[in-house]
């Protein structure tokens, strides 16, 4: 946080008699008595684990050498199967699946083409356009002939669905993209998938043989093999035509990206290259043959690499990365460095994730990570296999370092010959994300399995009844166990209406939280979080009050899991929810006893609780210093929850300066300015995900992010939902403001996104008047700059600078609204003694909070501290208010006072 301190330094000296006094203080006890809990026995440390097997997905169907498994974007209720052969199914209804044949590409592929199960030619893989739903756009990959020539080409070509006809596929509309000259059947790739930039991404093979022998592997000046591509099939304006090249036909029908890597490269691998003739479309290069790659839901992008004859390689595919085909082979260097530096001295290897030896497997395929609800042991692994094995594995990471890599199951050969088990690619139902799979079998009866718990089971199972949990002492009352503690927030997340209670245990009195006041707490494993919901069934009675659910979160080594409990009616006993979750529609009434309307309330899933719940958010939601900071009522004494929780001993190490820590505001607070509670607001319902550690969005939803870093006034868009004039917020826009056009909007862009099937009306209109009022007069720093200096780079107006010498940097006097050029326009405190009281008056600024400092040395700069009072805790008010802070003066010694002004 940027803080500015203003130059006025006041002081009072207090002459008195001093007399020493020693006094010995005893640490204070607290009304909260922390106690053991030995009740929650029950819940184990971590969920069950289960074995794997598969089922056929689409019982009754086979197909011919089936490779590839896809949807268009935003449906859920059809699916396509690519079959090499040249058929391209699309399979609707999924609860009841019907197959039609969706267009058929056979005549387009080289004649003699090797297109059954062993073979790697033929159609090979198919990505629909983010746009698909109006332009009916789908892009199709394949080996075949062109018009003037028979010969083996790999080709990338666009289709549109008839119209009116979405399962129909019109064999007429073929644009091609390009046509490259192939000189052998094997090593295709052709894996093509829209990344989240809305950009094309595609993988080409090394053109076959073995080894390496057509000497494609290095190079990216040749033609279009052994790399990732990257293009632009919507030519926006600020991209680039590709370079020249035969397999284009002379046509232009796609763009490079002008932030492709290899966009103006003049060399590689240590020797000049004419970027005019380089493959700017190349993303990646290295590749032997990258069979399947796919994007996970933060952008990162995996792909398998099927290696010669020693490993195969799994790869995190980045801008520019060489993965080393073929000097190396996953891990396995094939050419030393002596050799490697004769022929490439500029080579940089960016080596694989993972690899693994040929013994006993083949062929990697490429999969998915895993974001279904079902499985919730899955959840963030990348599932992966093997073609000729049929092992089945799942890999989860941190960053590059691979922490688990396990078997889960492993495919049947299906009673062939060849010993083969055939699994070709994966997919994903798009009715429920579970994982699916295409195995070729022996060609002509290949099937789409399903991946589905088996009846192994491991680890203590959780309760199935509320009751058996050990969390509560009497239903009927919800008095709950010693060791367990209510506590309070001070601004809740959005629940549909629903009244909430929570507790937290951390049943070891031996075990500690570590407070921090700018961050996630540190919790021991063991650590109980419980939230009891309630819903108001008859609106403003509450006698109408219905128990919903209970909620259980426990932290363990790996994180924690969270399990919820359904009640029953009447309620006497609550039931565990399934791992996939429910709904149940309930019907609100109004106190005319007429019906108000029917909502339908989301019991979560398991895996839906570790989305929000993860290490990055801190695990526990709102159990955090600004939204513990507030007060709570204890056995009839009322005091600060934190205070309450430091003199317990529920903390490593003590909560000091109290008063000086931040608290979130209500909604409903008036006294508070419309940002810090709309900060509030996104706090605790938006930064689980929306936080600089997270790939999901570009802004900060953070309260500890201050508002010039946050991104969010006219922040950039991941997806500006087709209007560059978007942003996270436009002052005065509500049309272009996407943040408050997704909270106030019901839809599959809805936020936030989980347990939710209401609009919050109380922070749409929170986000409304923010956006209309108080930010229409906002000013950035940088168009302050531009107004005082004439530009954003000027010297004079760095924040740094004091362009009129009057003490105050430009910053300050940007957070104070005064001139920067005029020394007569200055922000002052002032300073009175009143009944041996230092009065320090403040002219508080609305939306902006204020520290008052203090020291007895005024030459020494580490000796300032904050005031701990009760006067000095950190507000945003509403309006410009005149605010004081007074202290006790000390006997016999100076006192110099000082503010700083700092925002949101």
């Known amino acids: 946080m940027l803080r500015k301190f203003f130059r006025r330094v006041l002081s009072l000296v207090f002459q008195a008699l001093m007399i020493a006094v020693v006094v010995q203080v005893a640490q204070a006890a607290g009304p909260l008595k922390r106690t053991a809990n030995t009740s929650l026995t029950n819940m184990p440390s971590a969920l069950p684990t289960f074995g794997f097997t598969y089922t056929n997905a689409l019982a009754g169907m086979i197909f011919t050498s089936p490779v590839a498994i896809t949807s268009p974007p935003g449906e859920t209720n059809r699916l396509f199967i690519v079959e090499k052969n040249g058929a391209i199914v699309v399979i609707t209804n999924l609860a009841s699946p019907n197959r039609t044949l969706f267009i058929s590409l056979t005549n387009k592929l080289t004649a003699g083409a090797n297109v059954n199960w062993l073979g790697e030619e033929g159609v090979l893989g198919m990505a629909f356009h983010p746009g698909y739903a109006t332009n009916r756009y789908f892009y199709v990959f394949y080996t075949g002939s062109t018009n003037s020539s028979t010969d083996r080409h790999d080709i990338l070509a666009r289709y549109q669905t008839t119209a009116g006809n979405p399962n129909q596929g019109d064999a007429a509309s073929a644009q091609i993209l390009f046509a490259q ?21 595609f993988g080409l093979g090394d053109e076959g043989g073995g080894d390496g022998q057509f000497g494609n592997d290095q190079e990216i000046t040749n033609n279009f093999f052994s790399a990732l591509c990257r293009i632009d099939v919507d030519k926006r304006s ?6 020249p090249h035969p397999a284009l036909r002379g046509q232009t029908n796609y763009f490079i990206p002008a932030n492709n890597p290899y966009v103006g490269a003049t060399n590689f691998n240590g020797f000049t290259v004419n970027s005019k003739t380089v493959r700017t479309e190349f993303w990646a290069v290295g590749f032997r043959n990258p069979w399947r790659f796919s994007f996970d839901t933060d952008g990162t992008l995996y792909c398998a690499d099927v290696g010669q004859d020693n490993r195969e390689e799994l790869d995190i595919v980045t801008a520019g990365g060489n993965y080393g085909w073929n000097f190396w082979e996953g891990f396995l260097q094939r050419t030393n460095n002596a050799q490697i530096a004769a022929v490439a001295p500029g080579f940089t290897h960016t080596p694989p994730l993972l690899d693994y030896s040929q013994a006993g497997f083949r062929a990697i395929v490429g999969g998915f990570v895993y974001r279904g609800d079902k499985y919730p042991q899955l959840y963030g692994s990348y599932i992966y296999g093997d073609h000729v094995s049929g092992n089945i594995w799942e890999m989860k990471r941190s960053g590059t370092n691979v922490t688990e890599n396990s078997l889960i199951m492993v495919d049947d050969k299906n009673g062939q010959s060849y010993n083969f088990s055939g699994l070709s690619a994966f997919g994903i139902d798009p009715s429920n994300n579970d994982l699916l799979y295409a195995d070729v079998q022996a060609g002509n009866n290949g099937s789409i399995k399903r991946l589905i718990y088996n009846n192994t089971t491991n680890g203590a199972p959780v309760p199935t009844l509320l009751s058996a949990t050990g969390a509560f002492t009497n239903l009927a009352t919800l008095g709950f166990s010693p060791g367990i503690v209510a506590y309070d927030i001070n601004t809740p997340f959005w629940s549909d209406n629903a009244i909430k209670t929570r507790f937290f245990s951390v049943p070891n009195t031996n075990l500690t939280i570590t407070f921090n006041p700018t961050g996630s707490w540190t919790f021991p494993t063991g650590t109980v979080w419980i939230k009891h919901f309630e819903l108001e069934i008859t609106n403003g009675v509450p006698s109408s009050r219905r128990r919903i659910e209970t909620r259980f979160m426990i932290s363990n ?16 006993n609550a039931v565990l929810v399934a791992e ?17 309307n029917v ?54 190490n003590s909560v000091t300066n109290q008063h000086l820590l931040r608290a979130l505001a209500h909604a409903t607070n008036s006294a508070v300015s419309l940002e810090y509670r709309v900060r509030s607001y996104l706090d605790a319902n938006c930064s689980y995900c929306h936080q600089s550690e997270s790939a999901r969005a570009l802004w900060d ?14 922040g950039p868009l991941m997806n500006n939902l087709g209007n560059t004039n978007n942003r996270v917020v436009v002052p005065g826009s509500l049309a272009n403001s996407v943040l408050f056009q997704r909270v106030a909007n019901m839809g599959s862009s809805h936020m936030p996104p989980l347990a939710t099937a209401l609009v919050n009306t109380e922070a749409v209109n929170l986000l409304a008047a923010w956006i209309t009022n108080e930010l229409t007069s906002y000013v950035s720093y940088e ?7 004439g530009s954003t780079n000027a010297p004079n107006g760095m924040k740094l600078a004091d362009p009129d010498n009057d003490g105050a940097k430009n910053y300050l006097e940007y957070l104070t609204k ?14 009175n003694a009143s009944n041996s009281n230092a009065i320090i008056l403040i002219p508080q600024i609305a939306n902006r909070a204020f520290e008052v400092q203090t020291t007895t040395n005024l030459f020494d700069s580490n000796s300032w501290s904050a005031l701990d009072i009760l006067d000095n805790a950190p507000s945003y008010p509403i309006s410009n208010r005149a605010a004081t802070v007074s202290e006790p003066l000390q006997p016999g010694s100076p006192r110099y006072y000082r503010a700083r002004v700092f925002e949101p």
């Not at 090593?187 to 990344?195: A, S």
């Not at 719940?613 to 709102?622: D, E, N, T, V, W």
């Not at 955090?624 to 204890?634: A, E, G, S």
């Not at 168009?783 to 200096?789: A, G, L, P, V």
């Open 599 to 652: 909502q339908v309330w989301h019991y979560p899933s398991r895996v839906e609780c570790i989305q929000c719940h993860s290490p990055s958010s801190g695990f526990a939601l709102s159990f955090n210093t600004w939204q513990l900071n507030r007060d709570f009522t204890y056995n009839s004494t009322t005091t600060n929850q934190l205070k309450a929780l430091s003199l317990s001993g529920y903390f490593s």
């Open 181 to 201: 000259f192939d000189q052998a059947e094997n090593h295709n790739g052709g894996d093509l998938h829209f990344g989240p930039d809305g950009y094309l991404y």
């Open 238 to 243: 600020t991209n680039l035509p590709p370079n």
């Open 557 to 572: 080594t790996n994180g924690g899991y969270g399990v919820t409990y359904r009640w029953t009616t009447p309620p006497t």
């Open 818 to 831: 005064t001139s920067p050029t005029n020394a007569a326009s200055a922000w002052a405190i002032n300073i």
């Open 783 to 789: 168009s302050w700059q531009s107004n005082y200096f």
């Open 701 to 714: 939803g953070r309260i500890t992010t201050p508002g010039c870093a946050n991104n969010i006034i006219n």
């Open 580 to 596: 996939a979750g429910l709904d149940e529609s309930i019907t609100n009434y109004t106190s005319g006893g007429s019906i108000s």
